[in-house]
């Protein structure tokens, strides 16, 4: 038995916290104003959102090596603002799964919010609360389990993204090669025991996260209701 | 009528009787079968289909049963091995091209470094650029062929940061292309049938062919598959590709002959 290079499962574990954590930040605000607002854009913000659920990663790939070349204007931008080019660099593997796992994170706090209905914000308007105050004090405690499905599913996605990195990340050893890549690589030159090695640490990791999201919702169920 | 079934069953399963010719081609060779494809089809009658990757990755598919008739790899030593595995037919063996290898400098390439065969490593060892794109070494042999150039030149450790690597050369050439890298080794064969990328027609560019000395020639061998020992349709195949018109056609896309 062959033990695989574990830089790769650093690599991913870091792409899918920042990830995650960036999500969080930029999604409470996205599915805050999607929950509540009347606007007639909504349908099309929704469907913006939910498109990274259905487009194929070849498609994002194929946008992104578009967009993010140094000579496109955001690949420009971010050369001059840091020197490197964004393809085939960690902030770009960060850029590609924000978009990735948007919905993952959006769609679980959007639910969320709307279940909480008008009735809390409105009580706690009469009570002299701040926008700012109500959200912090009523709104975020009473979503908490929609926070956690977020963050759980956005970080287990963006573990298990695969066509997006490799169209864009150009396989770098510690930099750009991730988890599921590094597989690929292995069962695609033949070493298939260090494919096994990392492929089932990968399945198991999978199902525990998978098991703690449902046991949460479960024990939320009973304790809330 | 279970008989009839089964009888159904075993013709759908019975590969090639409708003349068809499935061949596995790495990634470099792919757009030069496509210009040769309506050729054979219309002199053989046969219907050819392509599937296409790296040679690495084709070479693992057909160790897992992939169901091809022929493999037309860009080395010489898959081929091979997949005749002491027993799944390739014995002798059936043959060279259909020689690779060439260029380093393309999609634009901006520098003037005033040298000329002819100095050209390229001169540009390499000035270094005005991020990201050089190869093939994966270990998968696609125009990626191996693309690290001994570098070896050749003592360019490779110092470079080594800078290497970005396509799954297979055709990947390699869409990251020049698109201008994720500035400057890829990609097959010559590529350049004359490439998009240039967006919003730009033909390959363009400045390339420097890379002198054959600086790596091992890239022999890209065919070999029949097992599944196809008495298919007419793959030898019908295998007959034109060692044609002169094929052979001419082939030289003519970019690649040397044996």
Request: proline share 5%; charged share 15%.
């Given at each position: ?19 995650t954590l ?14 509540t ?28 090596l ?6 496109a ?26 978009l990735y ?16 209905g ?27 389990r ?6 759980v599913?956005?970080?287990?996605h963006?573990?298990g ?12 050893p ?12 292995h ?9 096994h ?28 209701r | 009528?279970?008989?009839r ?5 075993w ?30 089809e ?10 296409t990757g ?8 057909i ?27 014995d ?31 001169a ?112 030898a ?12 001419s ?10």
């Amino acid at each position: 038995m062959s033990w695989p290079d574990l830089a790769p499962i650093r690599l991913t574990l870091l792409l899918a916290t920042v990830t995650t954590l960036l999500l969080l930040l930029l999604g409470t605000p996205l599915a805050w104003w999607l929950a509540t607002t009347r606007s007639r854009l909504r349908p099309v913000i929704e469907a913006i959102t939910a498109l990274p659920l259905v487009l194929p990663p070849t498609v994002l790939g194929f946008y992104l090596l578009v967009m993010l070349n140094p000579e496109a204007p955001i690949g420009s931008f971010w050369v001059r603002l840091t020197g490197n080019t964004l393809t085939f660099s960690f902030a770009g593997l960060v850029v590609a799964s924000l978009l990735y796992s948007l919905p993952f994170a959006v769609q679980p706090l959007q639910g969320a919010f709307e279940g909480l209905g008008r009735g809390p914000l409105e009580a706690a308007a009469t009570l002299g609360a701040a926008p700012f105050d109500t959200f912090r004090s009523v709104v975020i405690p009473a979503s908490l389990r929609g926070f956690v499905t977020a963050a759980v599913l956005s970080f287990a996605h963006t573990i298990g993204e695969f066509g997006v990195v490799l169209m864009v990340g150009g396989n770098i050893p510690g930099r750009t090669r991730v988890l599921s890549i590094a597989i690929y690589e292995h069962v695609e030159t033949l070493r298939y025991s260090e494919a096994h090695v990392l492929s089932a640490g990968l399945l198991l990791f999978s199902f525990a996260v998978l098991l703690s999201v449902y046991a949460l919702n479960r024990r939320a169920r009973f304790h809330v209701r | 009528m279970i008989l009839r079934t089964l009888f159904a069953v075993w013709v759908m399963l019975t590969p090639l009787t409708a003349g068809e010719v499935r061949v596995a081609v790495a990634s470099n060779f792919s757009g030069a079968l496509e210009q040769l494809r309506d050729d054979f089809e219309t002199r053989s009658g046969h219907r050819l289909t392509l599937v296409t990757g790296s040679t690495g990755k084709l070479y693992a598919q057909i160790r897992h049963g992939a169901p091809y008739d022929v493999l037309l790899a860009a080395d010489a030593a898959r081929p091979e091995r997949l005749e002491q595995d027993g799944l390739a037919v014995d002798g059936s063996r043959f060279t259909y091209a020689l690779g060439r290898l260029v380093l393309w400098y999609r634009s901006g390439a520098p003037t005033d470094s040298g000329t002819g065969d100095q050209q390229g490593s001169a540009w390499l060892e000035a270094g005005r650029f991020r990201k050089l794109a190869i093939a994966h070494p270990e998968l696609a042999p125009y990626g191996r062929a693309a690290e001994e150039t570098m070896q050749s030149l003592g360019v490779l450790e110092s470079l080594r940061p800078r290497l970005v690597r396509g799954e297979n050369i055709a990947q390699a050439y869409a990251l020049v292309a698109s201008g994720n890298a500035e400057l890829g080794f990609v097959a010559q064969a590529q350049l004359g049938q490439g998009d240039g990328g967006l919003g730009r027609s033909g390959a363009g560019g400045t390339r420097w062919p890379v002198p054959a000395a600086l790596h091992q020639p890239i022999r890209q061998d065919a070999v029949l598959l097992k599944r196809a020992t008495d298919a007419e349709a793959a030898a019908a195949f295998l007959v034109f590709l060692r044609s002169e018109e094929a052979r001419s056609r082939i030289a003519a896309l970019g690649y040397d002959l044996p």
